[in-house]
């Protein structure tokens, strides 16, 4: 069985995220940029999908320009075997995405499709679920722990109220929470044995995909400061400044 993963090259998440000075954006210039952190447990759990025997083969799928080469390289890293970069500029919403991603799998007929369950620069946790709609297959998103057997996923999934477990036939869309695992830590020797392996790089185009920007980015604000918080002496104290500073009870 194939696995699709698909990795975002985001701003790292170290990084404290800077504004522009015309609130046009995030600026990125001189930024750290990395693997969506949802993205590598999504490929780590292929890996050990892979490593259990589950998995034959596992293809990494990134959508950006050729930046994004650098994240697919990293998964490749980690243990992917090969990649298909679809070359877009600019920003892309998450049906974009998610129809990109149904495409790519025209040619490769995938038995189970790995997400994050979230990109941490747009945080639209939107694409695992479009694409399991487009696909027409069903989906467990925010998971603990999956396993296969029998044609089958169990997945525990985490939810408001704690955990669930759900068991669908394949092919289906799994996107990853932060328990999912622990990725490993990509080796030198795996760098550079990454940097042989195949990637292919496709344009809409090929794919016969017109991009809808159906989302248009406004403005971008920093949060507000925050004020600094003191400490009061007594619960009396406390409630009248609730009642009569902040006025919330
Ligand atoms: P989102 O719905 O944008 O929060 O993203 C959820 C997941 O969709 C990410 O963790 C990725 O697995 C995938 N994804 C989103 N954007 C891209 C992209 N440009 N290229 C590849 N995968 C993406």
Redesign the pocket.
């Known amino acids: 069985m194939k696995a699709l993963v698909?990795?975002?090259r985001v701003i790292d998440y170290n990084v404290k995220v800077r504004v522009k000075a015309d609130n046009s954006d995030v600026d990125l210039a001189n930024t750290k940029m990395s693997i969506?952190p949802?993205?590598e447990i999504?490929v780590e759990e292929a890996v050990r999908l892979k490593e259990a025997g589950v998995v034959s083969e596992i293809v990494v799928?990134?959508?950006?320009d050729k930046s994004c080469q650098e994240q697919m390289r990293y998964a490749m890293a980690l243990g992917a075997d090969r990649g298909v970069q679809v070359e877009a500029e600019g920003k892309?919403n998450?049906l974009d995405?998610a129809r990109i991603l149904a495409k790519v799998n025209e040619s490769e007929n995938a038995g189970i499709f790995i997400?994050?369950?979230?990109?941490i620069d747009?945080?639209?946790?939107?694409?695992?679920q479009m694409l399991a709609a487009l696909l027409d297959v069903p989906q467990a998103t925010f998971a603990s722990e999956v396993k296969i057997a029998d044609g089958k996923a169990q997945v525990t999934r985490e939810v408001d109220g704690g955990l669930v477990t759900v068991e669908m036939d394949l092919p289906a869309v799994i996107?990853t929470d932060l328990r999912l695992n622990e990725p490993r830590f990509a080796a030198l020797p795996k760098i550079m044995q990454a940097k042989r392996k195949p990637l292919d790089v496709k344009t809409l185009a090929d794919l016969g995909v017109e991009l809808t920007n159906s989302v248009e980015l406004i403005s971008v604000e920093t949060p507000a400061e925050r004020s600094g918080g003191i400490k009061v002496d007594s619960v009396d104290a406390l409630l009248d400044k609730l009642r009569n500073e902040a006025q919330v009870i």
């Open positions: 698909a990795v975002k969506n949802f993205c999504a799928v990134s959508i950006g892309l998450s995405v997400l994050g369950k979230q990109a747009s945080d639209n946790n939107q694409t695992g996107t």
